[in-house]
């Protein structure tokens, strides 16, 4: 059983989990269990290039982040488990939190935060009825959202990144992941505000 699933590892996917990663000193994250399912064939990134985000490098590529983004996770936060070259079919409610079911595996977990980009391509049965048109893209794209309030589609069940509602910018979907993280943690503090700051 999983505290926390991150579906996705694009911008938002990486971004939540390298916050909560981040908490790991904190005595609430301690012990809970993080995974993240690493799907990046479909990501925007693997097509976009970066002149316009504070802090990246003019020029630096989507695709490098993807890389870099993984590697970073794994170098600083290793007990965020990696789940690789598996894509989630399915999620559906059990008795503790939720069922999802990749093409390889089926994972149990609290809490889950869906971050799998906003194409209307999205096939994961369980989520259908919360897709709507996105509310801040062009028509003619017909894009899509998991309608939702604040991240949250019901309880412990979360949405980040494009596919939340935000417009397609990188800096806007990392921070949609970031915010997400803070609100886990935030709930596993028993409701009192967290962020997560490191000193020089
Ligand atoms: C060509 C192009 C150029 C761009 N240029 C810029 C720019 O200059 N500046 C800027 O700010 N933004 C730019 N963007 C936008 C930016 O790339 C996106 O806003 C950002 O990638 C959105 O992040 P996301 O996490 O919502 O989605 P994504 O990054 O697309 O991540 C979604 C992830 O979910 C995974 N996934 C999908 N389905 C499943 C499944 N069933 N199971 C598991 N995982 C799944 C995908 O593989 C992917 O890794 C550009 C985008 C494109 C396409």
């Known amino acids: ?10 911008a938002a996917g990486l971004s939540c989990a390298l916050v909560l990663g981040s908490a790991k000193n ?9 995974a993240i399912i690493t799907h990046q064939k479909t990501s925007h990134l693997q097509m976009a290039l970066f ?15 993807l890389e870099s983004g993984k590697k970073q996770l794994h170098d600083l936060y290793p ?3 990696q789940i690789e070259n598996e894509k989630v079919c399915v999620i559906s409610k059990s008795i503790n939190g939720f069922k999802v079911e990749t ?5 149990e977990s609290k809490l889950v935060v869906i971050a799998v980009g906003y194409t209307n391509l999205m096939t994961i049965k369980g989520l259908y009825p919360y897709i709507e048109p996105h509310p801040r893209a062009a028509i ?12 949250l589609i019901e309880n412990n069940l979360y949405v980040a990144g494009t596919l939340a509602g935000w417009r397609s910018q990188f800096a806007i979907a990392s921070g949609s992941g970031a915010h997400v993280a803070t609100d886990i943690l935030t709930l596993w503090n028993g409701g009192k505000h967290v962020k997560v700051h490191d000193k020089v």
């Open 103 to 107: 093409n390889k595996n089926i994972y």
């Open 140 to 151: 003619e794209k017909n894009r899509i959202w998991l309608k939702n309030t604040n991240h």
């Open 1 to 10: 059983m999983l505290d926390a699933l991150i579906i996705g590892g694009g």
């Open 26 to 34: 904190k005595p609430f994250a301690k012990n809970k269990h993080i």
């Open 79 to 81: 007990h965020v488990e």
């Open 51 to 65: 002149n316009n985000v504070l802090g990246l490098k003019p020029e630096t590529t989507g695709a490098s982040i």
